[in-house]
T-cell receptor, first 112, second 114 residues
Framework: AQRVTQPEKLLSVFKGAPVELKCNYS??????LFWYVQYSRQRLQLLLR??SRESIKGFTADLNKGETSFHLKKPFAQEEDSAMYYC??????????????FGTGTRLQVTL | DVKVTQSSRYLVKRTGEKVFLECVQD?????MFWYRQDPGLGLRLIYF???????EKGDIPEGYSVSREKKERFSLILESASTNQTSMYLC?????????????FGSGTQLSVL
């Protein structure tokens, strides 16, 4: 069975400090991973996906198959980064609807 | 921009009531999903639908059913509400399945079962 683990419920960092939100997964197939974010009073939205190899709002995430990890990183935290972050693993082949398995989430708190 | 609309932001129901949660999307998306979001448990998939009248169980379907009579509308039904179904319910939709599939979420319905 697939599983996504986010070991930290809360991560508190100072503004300007580096951020790393941890995500580990277990899955027997070829993994496809995402980070979703929920800002205060906003709906959950996609932040980035490993398949796109993109950087969004200064965040990056690299899929490490050896360590089965997909940690989210940002070199310098900003106040507006404070939010709930969910790591998600997609199960499903081409053309089929995603069955995303989400982690339990990490709340990032950026303080001055 | 894609709009996923959930009909109620807050609902309070009594144990044993039949409850309907409605979700509508306006971008002709093929796939629609119902998740529940609980503190410390993250999001868990209840049901999803990949076409009109088609549905598939997610990870926690017990106590729930769904209906998709039209492409744009996906309803979650609690046949007999129980207190352990008190939760935030999130609806989502996506254009089509496949690598990199992006889900668009509604703003959620906070259901309290008393």
């Amino acid at each position: 069975a697939q599983r996504v683990t986010q070991p930290e419920k809360l991560l508190s960092v100072f503004k300007g400090a580096p951020v790393e939100l941890k995500c580990n997964y277990s899955y027997s197939g070829s993994p496809e991973l995402f980070w979703y974010v929920q800002y205060s009073r906003q709906r959950l939205q996609l932040l980035l996906r490993h398949i796109s190899r993109e950087s969004i709002k200064g965040f990056t995430a690299d899929l490490n198959k050896g360590e089965t990890s997909f940690h989210l990183k940002k070199p310098f935290a900003q106040e507006e980064d404070s939010a709930m972050y969910y790591c998600a693993l997609r199960k499903g082949g081409t053309g089929t609807a995603s069955k995303l398995t989400f982690g339990t989430g990490t709340r990032l708190q950026v303080t001055l | 921009d894609v709009k996923v609309t959930q009909s109620s932001r807050y609902l309070v129901k009594r144990t044993g009531e039949k409850v309907f949660l409605e979700c509508v999307q306006d971008m002709d998306h093929e796939n629609m999903f119902w998740y529940r979001q609980d503190p410390g448990l993250g999001l868990r998939l209840i049901y999803f639908s990949y076409d009109v009248k088609m549905k598939e169980k997610g990870d926690i379907p017990e106590g729930y059913s769904v209906s998709r009579e039209k492409k744009e509308r996906f309803s979650l039904i609690l046949e007999s509400a129980s207190t352990n179904q008190t939760s935030m319910y999130l609806c989502a939709s996506s254009l089509e399945g496949g690598p990199g599939e992006k889900l668009f979420f509604g703003s959620g319905t906070q259901l309290s079962v008393l």
